[in-house]
C-alpha cells in the first residue's frame, strides 16, 4: 500500500510519459513521504520498484532499471562540510536548470549525446546521478532519478564518527558532484574520457 501511494504521489494521476521535465522535478521535490529500502553506513535513500541495485562501492552505486544503468555519487565531505556552489544555466543545453527546495539544492542538465541518445546529469541533495537513455524514456528516468535523490538522508552522526578525523582522506575524491560534462565543451567525449563508477566496478552482469 505504501509502494502504491509513493507511486501515485511521484507520478499524480497524469501518465509520466505526458507529463513536462518541471512536473516531475517539482512533484518529486515536495513529496512529504520518507521512505527507505536501501540503507548504507552514514546515508540512506529509496530505490523505486523497477530500479535494481547492481553493485556499491566506496559510497556510489550502480543501478539499472533493466535497460539503462544508472550511477549515484555520494559526496558525503560536501554535505559534512555543508558546501554549497551556484550552477550557471546552460544556454545549449536540451534542459537546463536549478532544482531547489527549502535547504536543499541542485540542478538539472540534459545534453545530447548522439544520435536519439541523452546523457542526464541531476545533482540534488549532495548526490548526483547519470545516465543515458533515448529521448522516449527520458520522463521515466528522470522519476526514478528523482526518487533516489529526494528521498536520500544522511546520518549525521554516523558521519562524525566516520569523517571526522579523516577529512583529508574522505576529501580525496576526485569526482565533483557539482561539475557537468559539458562544462568544459566536450560531454560527447564522457564515455571515452570520464571515471564512471562503471570504470571502477567490474562488469558483475547481474542485471540483464
Known amino acids: 500500500m505504501l509502494l502504491v501511494l509513493l507511486v501515485f504521489v511521484l507520478t499524480g494521476c497524469t501518465p509520466i510519459k505526458n507529463k513536462t521535465i518541471n512536473n516531475i522535478i517539482d512533484e518529486a521535490v515536495s513529496s512529504k513521504l520518507r521512505v527507505h529500502n536501501v540503507i548504507r553506513n552514514g546515508y540512506k535513500f529509496y530505490a523505486p ?19 539503462y544503468d544508472y550511477y549515484l555519487y555520494i559526496d558525503l565531505v560536501s554535505f559534512y562540510k555543508n558546501v554549497k556552489k551556484e550552477y550557471v544555466i546552460n544556454e545549449k543545453s536540451f534542459y537546463s536548470n536549478v532544482i531547489e527546495k527549502d535547504d536543499k539544492f541542485g540542478y538539472l542538465e540534459i545534453n545530447k549525446y548522439q544520435k536519439d541518445k541523452y546523457l542526464i546529469e541531476i545533482m540534488y541533495n549532495y548526490a548526483k546521478i547519470e545516465v543515458i537513455v533515448e529521448e522516449v524514456n527520458l520522463n521515466r528516468a528522470l522519476t526514478y532519478a528523482m526518487s533516489v535523490l529526494s528521498s536520500l ?56
Do not use: A, C
Open 153 to 208: 538522508e544522511y546520518n549525521k552522526n554516523v558521519l562524525d564518527n566516520m569523517i571526522g578525523d579523516n577529512i583529508l582522506q574522505f576529501s580525496e575524491v576526485e569526482f565533483d558532484i557539482f561539475e557537468t560534462h559539458s562544462s568544459d565543451g566536450n560531454f560527447l567525449d564522457y564515455e571515452e574520457n570520464s571515471e564512471t563508477l562503471e570504470e571502477i566496478l567490474p562488469d558483475m552482469d547481474l542485471v540483464k
Open 49 to 67: 520498484r523497477g530500479l535494481k541495485l547492481v553493485e556499491s562501492i566506496n559510497y556510489n552505486e550502480k543501478m539499472s532499471d533493466n535497460v
